[in-house]
T-cell receptor, first 113, second 109 residues
Framework: KAGVTQTPRYLIKTRGQQVTLSCSPI?????VSWYQQTPGQGLQFLFE???????NKGNFPGRFSGRQFSNSRSEMNVSTLELGDSALYLC????????????FGNGTRLTVT | GIQVEQSPPDLILQEGANSTLRCNFS?????LQWFHQNPWGQLINLFY???GTKQNGRLSATTVATERYSLLYISSSQTTDSGVYFC???????????FGKGTKLTVNP
């Protein structure tokens, strides 16, 4: 069974640009969540989607948005990039959301210059 | 919000040694998971353990929900066990996990 797949693995963007990251969950998993990891703040929750609906959102500005498609694949978008957005962005999926193990992808490392 | 504290922050072992990692949380939870992040950044789920005890090979975990802590035991450590171990919790059946700062484990040959 394929794991959680994230694309691209690495991304370099300039301040002010926008970026879209993609995530394909494990087959059969309906919940997808996104996390940001930085050396200073650690792992922080961004948002969670279940059956195309956003169920939870973390404490991030509106520049961070996401969506989930009918096939459970998810994308997150960051607009007007800032230097502080440089981070490892991790996508995770679970079968039911909240009551089952969370499985992470390898992440997208975003560098903003 | 809920606070998660992990100890120790750093741990250095010789191959073959045993260790215990601790996770304390400030409020009741119904979701607790342990993860291992390897040196390449990959985050692997070790246990989903909101309560009770589980074992998987050389690793085992115990969560005492009423006392708000969880323990991860690593026996006969190997160099491949190196990395950062995270505890994460959530409330209310959501996937909004709150992570601790992690325990960085280094296993020397």
């Amino acid at each position: 069974k394929a794991g959680v797949t994230q694309t691209p693995r690495y991304l370099i963007k300039t301040r002010g640009q926008q970026v879209t990251l993609s995530c394909s969950p494990i087959s059969g998993h309906r919940s997808v969540s996104w996390y940001q990891q930085t050396p200073g703040q650690g792992l922080q929750f961004l948002f969670e989607y279940f059956s195309e609906t956003q169920r939870n959102k973390g404490n991030f500005p509106g520049r961070f948005s996401g969506r989930q498609f009918s096939n459970s694949r998810s994308e997150m978008n960051v607009s007007t990039l800032e230097l502080g957005d440089s981070a490892l962005y991790l996508c995770a999926s679970s079968r039911t959301g909240g009551g089952s193990p969370l499985h992470f992808g390898n992440g997208t490392r975003l560098t903003v210059t | 919000g809920i606070q998660v504290e992990q100890s120790p922050p750093d741990l250095i072992l010789q191959e073959g040694a045993n260790s215990t990692l601790r996770c304390n949380f400030s409020d009741s939870v119904n979701n607790l998971q342990w993860f291992h992040q390897n040196p390449w950044g990959q985050l692997i789920n070790l246990f989903y353990i909101p309560s009770g005890t589980k074992q998987n090979g050389r690793l085992s975990a115990t969560t005492v929900a009423t006392e708000r802590y969880s323990l991860l035991y690593i026996s006969s450590s190997q160099t491949t066990d190196s990395g950062v171990y995270f505890c994460a919790v959530s409330q209310g059946g959501s996937e909004k996990l709150v992570f601790g700062k992690g325990t960085k484990l280094t296993v020397n040959p």
